[in-house]
């Protein structure tokens, strides 16, 4: 029996509904993906992208409509009905199992036995030809809770790759990679293109829409909007425009600032992950960006900053003080907070409510100083992160597990923005949100550096750290390679300081 049950046709969408208690997810949608074309799923934060691909991949069944690949009508029961008829979906939350081996979780479920022993050279073989293409770096005897993010994505993709579906649909791949990897995933999926398979992509990054998409479908708040077929006949403010339903101006809500007195200075600073001593200094409302593909050392300087990890040399003086951080505790205690880059791991309370997840961080804060957060003040603030970070949800008491995933990024974002502070230290403040949260989340940096605040913000988003820095320090190779004034930077300066530099 052919082991793919559909015609290698187009995937048709029905009039696909999705209800979940006070969340109508998706209603009546309806749109064709053509094989041989790379079609774009975009719309902001809970829109309804992820629970059509859940939708697809069979982990949920539709309250109403169908879907249909070619001439035959699917029905998906289980995540193995999808999978059996030729479709292989990358979920936005990845499903890995941290405590095996690379191998094992690419192979999971056919592993290469001999007499009923699984054959480790032999799954080590297989594994490493799979991730060839898309990460021929990763080990696969590695452990996989051992790798970074990107390269956990990196496996989660090879892993739906091997399976040599027709239907492929991508959620949210690219938002952990580095420039490196999301250049290889970009050729992979060209490739499935011109092996005329169907593929679905969502993404909130402009760039990747229009660098491999051919056809791009918007949904506004689980409705289908309208489909372009021809996405190179489309610039990217209409489509902006009709994903948010009104112009956007100035996503940067940038505006000067009077640059301050001293907030914080490191001096000299060595520790895990940098190569050369590390000295600058962050004022009081200023905007400071660091720049740097990733593995720079961005990541492990802001742990430097925040107690996580302990100096080898150098010093912070913090308002002329010099601090001896031997914990977060001690870096939130002086009022330097770090709102980290990998917030689903940092921590979501998956089963708290929106509150909680919120209110979390001030209450340990209030603790640590001996008091206790009132109630009241408690379901204010939650109600005020919301409203600032407009964040979609039924109520404050819904569980976070419930939101999408750019709507948890925001819960995390607020749990932050309630603690007062000195210093700020966002690590990929923006990634997978939407283009009109983004906005909202710059101007609410702006606003913070306007009362004073020293905002670090570490962004591999070149066009992010440029719209929004009132100055920009570039890292490389675990060093400090220049310092560009906004006036200044423009992409390909920046650029030329984080590339690795040739060495004679
Ligand atoms: N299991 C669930 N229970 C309750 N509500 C849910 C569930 N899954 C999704 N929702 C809700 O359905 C809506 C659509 O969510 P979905 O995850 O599909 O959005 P999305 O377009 O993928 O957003 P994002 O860009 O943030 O990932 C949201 O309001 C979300 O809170
Ligand atoms: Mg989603």
């Not at 005020?384 to 939101?403: C, E, G, H, Y």
């Not at 925001?410 to 007062?420: C, E, F, P, T």
Request: with cysteine; charged share 25%; glycine share 10%.
């Amino acid at each position: 029996m052919d082991a793919h049950v559909n015609d290698g046709g187009s995937l048709r969408f029905n009039g696909i509904g999705k209800v979940f208690p006070g969340v109508k997810a998706l209603s009546d949608i309806s749109f064709v993906a053509h094989p041989g074309s790379v079609h774009a799923l975009m719309g902001e934060n809970g829109a309804g992208k992820s629970t059509l691909l859940k939708i697809l991949g069979g982990s949920y069944i539709p309250d109403s409509g169908n879907l249909q690949i070619g001439e035959r009508p699917m029905d998906f029961r289980s995540a193995a009905d999808s999978i059996d008829s030729g479709v292989a979906v990358i979920h936005q939350e990845l499903h890995l199992v941290p405590e095996m081996s690379v191998a094992e979780n690419l192979l999971l479920g056919h592993m290469p036995a001999r007499y009923g022993m699984v054959n480790r050279q032999m799954l080590n073989r297989r594994a490493a030809e799979l991730l060839k293409e898309l990460a021929g770096e990763i080990d696969p005897r590695e452990r996989l809770g051992n790798l970074s993010l990107g390269q956990r994505q990196l496996v989660e993709i090879a892993k739906a790759m091997s399976r040599n579906a027709h239907v492929i649909a991508f959620d949210e791949p690219t938002s952990s990679l580095s420039a490196r990897e999301i250049d290889r995933l970009m050729t992979i999926i060209g490739k499935l293109r011109d092996e005329g398979k169907v593929v679905l992509y969502v993404s909130h990054r402009m760039e990747e829409i229009f660098r491999i998409c051919d056809a791009v479908t918007v949904f506004k708040d689980g409705r289908f909007v309208r489909t372009f077929e021809q996405i190179d006949q489309l610039d990217q403010n209409q489509l902006v425009t009709c994903m948010v339903g009104r112009d956007i101006q100035d996503i940067y809500n940038y505006r000067p600032r009077e640059r301050q007195g001293e907030a914080l200075r490191a001096e000299g600073l060595l520790g895990p992950g940098l190569n050369e001593a590390v000295s600058f200094t962050a004022h009081k409302g200023e905007v400071l960006g660091f720049f740097g593909l990733v593995g720079a050392g961005r990541t492990e300087l802001l742990r430097l900053l925040c107690g996580l990890e302990r100096l080898k040399a150098g010093q912070l003086v913090l308002d002329g003080q010099v601090l001896n951080l031997k914990s977060p505790r001690d870096a939130i205690a002086a009022g330097i907070l770090l709102c980290p880059e990998d917030r689903k791991k940092e921590g979501i309370v998956p089963l708290g409510s929106v509150a909680e997840n919120i209110n979390i961080s001030a209450r340990h804060h209030h603790a640590q100083l001996g008091c206790l957060v009132p109630a009241q003040w408690e379901r204010e603030n939650a109600e005020r992160q919301i409203r600032a970070l407009n964040v979609k949800t039924p109520s404050p008491d819904q569980p976070i597990m419930f939101l999408s995933g750019g709507n948890q990024q925001k819960v995390i974002l607020g749990r932050w923005l309630s603690l007062s502070m000195k210093v700020l230290l966002l690590d990929e403040p923006t990634r997978g949100i939407d283009i009109g949260a983004k906005s909202e989340i710059y101007q609410i940096i702006h606003n913070l550096a306007a009362e004073g605040i020293a905002v670090i913000v570490v962004s591999s988003d070149l066009m992010e750290v440029i719209g929004i820095s009132d100055r920009i320090l570039v890292m490389s190779e675990g060093a400090l390679t220049g310092e560009v004034a906004r006036e200044q930077a423009d992409e390909a300066r920046l650029l030329q300081l984080a590339l690795p530099r040739t060495r004679g």
